[in-house]
């Protein structure tokens, strides 16, 4: 027999071409690669989505600026997901593209829509405009209308260029679908790309002329503006739909100060061109919003001869529990204070009194004025006045009264640019809503003090505190007997566990991180949950203990919660999300409905949300693998022969080291040579227990059944197939052919437990179907011990592991092998139930496991 296994496997070696080997191993590799890259971005997106999850699970609010950005980042690590499945698994992937799509679709119609552009008049005066005119002139536009009209608070004279003379100039040099298809394009969100296609809408832009009928609307609104001073200058602004209202656009569009009636049309184009700069664009996206829908508006103001200039908070942003407003003033015109360029002199000035309360008095070296001509010119402010306060305490006091009465009347917190004129006159020249930093509470013990601490270390999956007596269990197959209240220890973070998260109090598991499928779950109905506490092993069934999540901590007995005082924040601070809108948004993203593979709605059309997408293609992308590399052809041409003691051929392919696998002088490899991680721990199981020197004892009818299966010809006979290991540095699929029967081991050992894995299947024998039904059963209770999840039908067992570190993998992968030489033809000895219950006990005992449950 060994004489013609080697004729056989040099005849394999001989009889193929070495193009055709190349071209195997090569296909193969590719494949492991794509492989491994898909498992890499898919555990990436899912960290960016339990982020998400974790800073809402927080703070219960989240900017829909801040969420919007997180959306897309994950939507491109789903594009780079469903793209690598599709390479792997080839065509029969492709709906997953289309579900994608439809899945992004509904997310983003969660996100606010841009408002619409009204159709108005061209140019409107400031005394026509209200804040109900914010969609037609923008929020800037109208809330100058809304101090003017309805405060009766000083604001320079002016109009506004409505949204509606945006849409005009477009429809005239038809412009709208050129930019929505370049603005389309962009979705990549690459600045680089950004800018070229920044720059191209702003040639559209910029080199049409100004449609007449506009050009006379804007013109004559200019003569009437200055009739009482002829030529004198403007201050032109951008004012779009939205801007200054939920998002502010702070920087990102573009002001002109003393404009001519010469320039004037030149430089409103300029402001329509400057809609579309490369941060404009960055800015948009960030926040969901559309181009089409975020019209340009402008303000056509008279030009404040500002001595001093600045921005009056109505809170402080750090400390809005303070009664008193924050000024921040330079001399000259604002530009510099906006942009950062001087540092400006700061005053708290009381909000009952108008007393000044703090001063910080800056250096300022220049300051900017208007032209002689038209534009602005930097000066340099005397000596004698760099260190003086730029400011008198009777115009603080008049600048308090008015921030008050604004911040009265819009209901909230404000952000007031003012001016204070050469005639000692203050102007307000805009006003928008403050925004603050969010705070949120967490939850502690209310006696934290007095809690003796039982475990520490463990990552924080779900915050929270939940009390109640220790359960443990061996294996998530016990799910379904967890009692309520119990504070449940589970070996790993399976999403089976589902099945009891609503029964308890709070969920440890000894291994795992915050960014698994169960940590979505925890999340998701707001269950303690703490992963990667290995100690908790230890604690004992029925103890009262109490799980601080998000601290991380277990402390012994039973304690209360307590909420941390939140730092107080103006109620009437606009929230740009709505609680409504991110948890619909959340929901789409992160929630898991794909649980059960076997669950007949486990397809690309029942994935419902991006959380399932990932699931999904997570379990088809290990069954693809796993099909391509044990259909493998030629695989005798492409291995390396194991050099061993044990009389078990087995066959190395790497996936990873294409020249080792075709220049090698010698086809064999050591044991000592093996460097897959895997492997080495599976081979050093195999290793320990040696081969048996003696045959498994059996009975008669044992023997008769092998004697019988063996002239039938209905198995291979022993050995008479090699085995196969398939090989990368973290990556092992094993064949294994031992006889009458057959196992397949996989797994995955990195430094990263999200990515690691082991699954083994078993099936066949020389026996009986009853004897090899309980072998199956014996290796299951043994795998069930050290937390595998057992599925068996008849002599045919799935069995599998997930999110162990790597060191704990291999010990897992060394008890595999230890299992396989052990049970090896055991199915011949298992004649009763009794005799099965006694090899179980022999082997618990050799293996050093412990028996016992929850």
């Not at 996206?285 to 200039?309: K, R």
């Amino acid at each position: 027999m060994k004489e013609f296994r080697s004729f056989e496997w040099f005849k394999g070696l001989f009889g193929v071409s070495q193009a055709k080997r190349l071209a195997t191993l090569n296909r193969i590799q590719e494949k492991y690669s794509i492989f491994k890259g898909l498992l890499e971005r898919h555990n990436q997106t899912l960290k960016a989505i339990s982020r998400v999850e974790e800073i809402w699970q927080k703070q219960q609010t989240l900017g829909l600026s801040a969420l919007y950005e997180e959306f897309v980042k994950i939507q491109e690590g789903m594009t780079g997901v469903v793209d690598g499945m599709v390479s792997l698994g080839g065509e029969a992937y492709l709906p997953l593209k289309d579900v994608l799509v439809e899945r992004t679709r509904q997310i983003e119609t969660s996100f606010p829509s841009s408002p619409s552009v009204p159709h108005d008049d061209l140019v409107i005066p400031f005394a026509q405009l209200r804040a109900d005119r914010a969609n037609s002139v923008g929020t800037k536009n109208a809330h100058l209308g809304e101090l003017k009209s309805a405060l009766k608070l000083p604001v320079p004279d002016g109009f506004a260029i409505s949204a509606w003379a945006y849409r005009f100039f477009l429809e005239h040099h038809q412009l709208q679908d050129r930019i929505a298809r370049l603005m389309k394009d962009v979705r990549s969100r690459q600045y680089q790309h950004l800018e070229l296609v920044s720059e191209e809408i702003r040639e559209l832009v910029g080199r049409r002329e100004i449609p007449g009928e506009l050009a006379e609307a804007i013109l004559t609104g200019y003569d009437r503006l200055t009739s009482e001073n002829p030529g004198c200058g403007v201050a032109l602004r951008s004012s779009a739909l939205g801007e200054d209202a939920t998002y502010t656009f702070a920087g990102q569009y573009q002001s002109f100060l003393n404009v001519g009636r010469d320039d004037l049309l030149a430089r409103y184009r300029d402001i329509l061109a400057g809609s579309f700069t490369p941060s404009a664009i960055f800015y948009l996206f960030q926040h969901g919003l559309s181009e089409s829908g975020l019209a340009m508006g402008a303000v056509c103001m008279e030009m404040v001869d500002a001595v001093a200039s600045g921005v009056v908070y109505t809170r402080d942003p750090l400390a809005p529990a303070g009664d008193y407003v924050v000024v921040n003033s330079i001399y000259g015109l604002g530009s510099y204070l906006v942009e950062g360029i001087i540092t400006p002199d700061e005053f708290h000035v009381s909000r009952d009194t108008g007393k000044v309360l703090f001063s910080r008095i800056a250096d300022k070296r220049v300051k900017l004025n208007p032209s002689r001509s038209s534009g602005v010119v930097e000066t340099a402010v005397p000596e004698a006045d760099r260190l003086r306060s730029s400011l008198d305490p009777g115009i603080l006091a008049i600048l308090a009264d008015y921030a008050t009465r604004v911040e009265g009347h819009f209901g909230c917190p404000q952000d007031i640019e003012w001016a204070l004129s050469s005639f000692g006159r203050l102007f307000l020249l805009q006003t928008r809503s403050l925004k603050f930093p969010l705070h949120a509470p967490r939850l502690a013990p209310a006696d934290k003090e007095d809690a003796k601490v039982l475990l520490t270390g463990g990552v924080p999956v779900c915050p929270g505190l939940g009390s109640g007596p220790v359960f443990v269990i061996q294996s998530v197959e016990q799910a379904a007997m967890v009692p309520h209240g119990v504070v449940l220890v589970a070996p790993n973070p399976s999403p089976m566990l589902i099945a009891a998260m609503h029964n308890i109090s709070a969920l440890i598991t000894l291994v795992g991180g915050n960014a698994s499928h169960l940590a979505t779950l925890a999340r998701e109905i707001s269950l303690p949950t703490i992963g990667g506490l290995s100690a908790a092993s230890g604690l004992s069934p029925g103890q009262v203990v109490t799980v601080d999540a998000a601290a991380g901590i277990v402390y012994e007995g039973s304690h209360a919660a307590s909420p941390v005082a939140e730092v107080p924040v103006s109620a009437s601070i606009p929230q740009a999300a709505a609680g409504d809108n991110a948890t619909e948004i959340l929901g789409g993203i992160s929630r898991l409905t794909l649980i059960q593979p076997t669950d007949p709605n486990f397809t690309p059309q029942g994935c419902v949300t991006y959380h399932d997408i990932l699931r999904y293609v997570h379990q088809k992308s290990m069954e693809e693998i796993y099909r391509i590399l044990r259909g493998t052809a030629h695989k005798d041409s492409i291995s390396l022969r194991l050099k061993t003691k044990i009389p078990l051929p087995v066959n190395i392919i790497y996936l990873d080291r294409g020249s080792l696998m075709t220049s090698r002088s010698s086809r064999k490899i050591s044991e000592d040579d093996l460097d897959a991680i895997p492997m080495k721990a599976f081979w050093q199981g195999v290793l320990i227990e040696g081969w048996p020197s003696q045959p498994v004892p059996t009975d008669l009818k044992g023997f008769v059944a092998v004697i019988g299966t063996s002239m039938q010809g209905s198995r291979p006979a022993e050995f008479s197939e090699v085995s196969y290991a398939f090989l990368s540095k973290e990556y092992m699929l094993l064949n294994l052919r031992m006889g009458y029967h057959f196992s397949t081991i996989e797994a995955m050992t990195t430094k990263e437990p999200e990515k690691n894995y082991i699954r083994m299947q078993f099936k066949f024998g020389g026996a009986p179907l009853e004897r090899r039904i309980r072998r199956v059963w014996l290796i299951s209770e043994l795998l069930r011990l050290v937390g595998f999840e057992n599925s068996s039908q008849g002599d045919f067992l799935d069995s599998s592991i997930v999110y162990l570190d790597q060191q704990e993998t291999c010990n897992r992968l060394t008890l595999l092998g230890r299992i396989t030489i052990l049970t090896k033809q055991l199915d011949l000895a298992l004649g009763t139930d009794a005799r099965a219950q006694w090899f179980l006990q022999e082997f618990v005992e050799k293996l050093k496991l412990k028996k016992g449950g929850g």
